[in-house]
């Protein structure tokens, strides 16, 4: 940068491991672009590994920030409440020409009407999934967000009935994916390095927060421990101590591997993966899968009685029609999820009618590019 670049300061909010990678991408797009139209970027964020290798120490990691259900919420409240005053400050201080917030709403929303309040631009990158429940907050985000980046084809058409005008980018892990195939894989380094032997694979995703891996991964595990000619690998939350895992090994073919999940999925049969973005990762990969979501009880019914959609993943909700099996709160049980893997593995006649499914799913996220994107209409208007 020569001395009569511009300069902008940015401030990003991350909260979760699926946020840390589109916050990663991000990043790497707002370097590649600020480059190209000589503005020079001064970062502070709130995220994980992936975005401390772009951009140095996070002021919070994500390992202190997730906690999921209604139940657990409530339960750390203090420490929610103590993070969001200290965020303010901390904003303040720093003094930024831009918000950029990634998902995260229940904490990102509240610091976006505190700092529009202070006339400081707000930039949200992922739409909260408000059409799925509290659709009121619709209202928040048109008084408190500037710009908002939605990522699902149908989010735009939602907007639209409140007239909310949102620019809708594509899905980033498209990029994130493509970025991964352009990498030399070795098959034969991959199974050498990890003890591995040449068995099929089975793919494990049960998230990336300890409550809901405590309360899935023994069912899940449960559910395929005869499957003797596979090797089990369990997707290891980068954010979680490789420790926390060795009470689930109690079968000899399963192991538990970090920061591989793309490797996983490269190579996987077919998947067992809890609700969330893994669905979609794991769809784009065209690996067959089974979901699951449990709960605790009580955050389940308080979920169930305020949600408004059909389906929990974001593969069904894509298509708007079951594609692959949901399994639900009281049917998340080793003998369902069995029978439903079964059907998956190869020569099954559903395996084959999903993976063509997932080719129609690809198509309608859009052509890629979504992280450059965002970089261009964000540092156009900052």
């Known amino acids: 940068m020569n001395d009569l670049a511009q300069k902008s300061k940015i401030y990003i909010i991350v909260g979760e491991a699926s946020g840390d990678l589109h916050g990663a991408n991000l990043v790497k797009a707002l370097k590649k672009v600020s480059t190209e139209i000589n503005k020079e970027l001064d970062f502070r964020f709130w995220g994980g590994d992936l975005m401390q290798k772009e951009i140095g120490k996070p002021v919070k990691h994500i390992k202190e920030l997730a906690f999921m259900g209604f139940i657990e919420v409530i339960s750390n409240l203090k420490t929610i409440l103590n993070n969001i005053k200290f965020c303010k400050k901390d904003i303040e201080s720093f003094q930024p020409d831009a918000l950029v917030l990634i998902d995260y709403p229940g904490f990102n929303l509240r610091i976006a009407e505190w700092a529009k309040a202070k006339g400081i631009k ?9 059409w799925a429940w509290k659709q009121s907050r619709v209202y928040k985000i ?23 005008k949102v620019e809708f980018v594509g899905h980033p892990l498209l990029d994130a994916i493509e970025q991964y195939k352009e990498i030399d894989f070795s098959e034969t380094d991959f199974r050498e390095r990890n003890n591995l032997s040449q068995k099929p694979i089975i793919a494990v995703l049960p998230g990336s927060r300890k409550q809901e891996i405590k309360v899935k991964l023994p069912i899940m595990l449960e559910a395929i421990k005869n499957y003797s000619n596979y090797e089990i690998l369990i997707a290891g939350a980068p954010s979680l101590d490789p420790d ?8 000899p073919n399963i192991k538990i591997i970090h ?18 973005t893994a669905t979609l990762e794991t769809a784009l990969f065209s690996v067959p899968e089974v979901v699951c979501y449990k709960a605790s009880p009580i955050s389940y019914y308080i979920a169930k009685s305020l949600i408004k959609i059909k ?13 692959v099996r949901e399994l639900i709160q009281n049917e998340c049980n080793s003998t369902l999820i069995e029978s439903e893997f079964s059907k998956l593995i190869k020569g099954g006649e559903k395996r084959e009618l999903m993976v063509k499914d997932f080719e129609l799913l690809k198509k309608s996220l859009g ?8 970089a261009r209409l964000l540092l156009n208007n900052c």
Request: hydrophobic share 45%.
């Open 122 to 130: 707000v930039f949200y990158y992922i739409s909260p999934q408000v």
């Open 367 to 374: 052509s890629g590019g979504a992280s450059e994107k965002v």
């Open 259 to 276: 920061g591989e999940t793309y490797n996983i999925l490269n190579l996987a049969e077919a998947a067992i993966v809890t609700s969330g």
């Open 311 to 323: 389906y929990i993943s974001l593969v069904n909700l894509i298509m708007n029609r079951e594609v």
């Open 142 to 164: 048109k008084k408190s967000v500037d710009h908002l980046f939605a990522i699902l084809p149908f989010e735009e058409e939602f907007y639209k009935k409140f007239d909310y």
């Open 244 to 251: 926390f895992y060795k009470s689930f090994l109690i079968y």
